[in-house]
């Protein structure tokens, strides 16, 4: 699957699961919830990290493409140790911990994944120029210093008051959809790597094809626009009774 369809999934995953947050204690904005989309949808590219030429390799210029061609030699190639729910588990773990513990990384974190989620669903520029690559990185940090003021309630708050309790639900979550989204074609994904066995369920013949472009894309988009206001009627509801004694 294309960069963009990876990063439509994550942010749709996330609009239909983030309402169910609430019942862990954690209420969001509207706004804090398309936040959390933009950083599923980057954890959504994550796993091609082992992709040299891919939309995250493009997303900050010569950094990330150095990064991501380092990262494909130690696993293995595009689609191996990435490319497994092992991994998702990392990668949700690992933000968990930063997000609780060391959450100055955290932001720098959240800077990547907002950058990537931009540059995935085509809000950002054409890729391969240095201007872009600067324009994406003021864009994704405008947006990180807007969410680093965002005001949360409930578990998981950190040094500031913010809670981050979401930050690893997010990022496993965007991982697990492209692990998803690259094993229905016909390639698949080795997910319980290192057993090199792969899932594979030919459901789009072809990456970048007709049915991905045709079908995948829209019903994806068409998803998110319902999600979306689904979860910001429920936000405002659930803020509405809040503060009028419902």
């Known amino acids: 699957m294309m960069g963009h369809t990876h990063a ?8 239909g699961t983030a309402p169910f947050l609430a019942d862990f204690g954690m209420r969001m904005t509207p ?8 950083v599923c949808a980057g954890a959504a590219l994550l796993p091609d990290l082992d992709h040299h030429d891919g939309t995250i390799a493009n ?12 990262i494909s030699v130690v696993s293995g190639g595009h689609r191996h140790a990435t490319h497994s729910l092992l991994f998702c588990a990392l990668m949700a773990v690992g933000a968990d911990l930063l997000s609780q513990h060391v959450v100055q990384a955290w932001w720098v ?10 540059q995935g669903i085509g809000i950002g520029v054409p890729k391969k120029e240095h201007f872009d690559a600067l324009l994406n990185a003021a864009i994704a940090g405008g947006l990180t210093f807007l ?10 708050l950190g040094t500031h008051g913010y809670t981050l309790g979401w930050a690893g639900f997010a990022v496993g979550l965007g991982c697990l959809m492209h692990v998803i989204t690259d094993s229905i074609t016909p390639q698949g994904c080795p997910v319980f790597w290192p ?14 094809g007709k049915v991905e ?8 988009t068409l998803g998110i626009v319902i999600l979306g206001i689904r979860s910001s ?14």
């Not at 706004?31 to 933009?38: D, E, F, H, T």
């Not at 997303?59 to 380092?70: A, N």
């Open 8 to 15: 439509l999934a994550g942010a749709a995953a996330w609009l």
């Open 31 to 38: 706004g804090q919830i398309a936040a959390g989309a933009v």
């Open 59 to 70: 997303t900050f210029g010569p950094v990330t493409r150095v990064l991501c061609k380092g």
């Open 109 to 118: 974190m959240l800077f990547l994944l907002i950058g990537l989620g931009l």
């Open 147 to 156: 969410l680093a003021q965002m005001k949360f309630t409930g578990p998981g």
């Open 195 to 208: 057993i090199p066995w792969r899932l594979a369920i030919p459901l789009v013949p072809r990456t970048n």
């Open 213 to 220: 472009k045709w079908v995948v894309t829209p019903i994806l």
């Open 233 to 246: 009627a429920g936000s405002f509801a659930a803020h509405w009774l809040t503060h009028n004694g419902g």
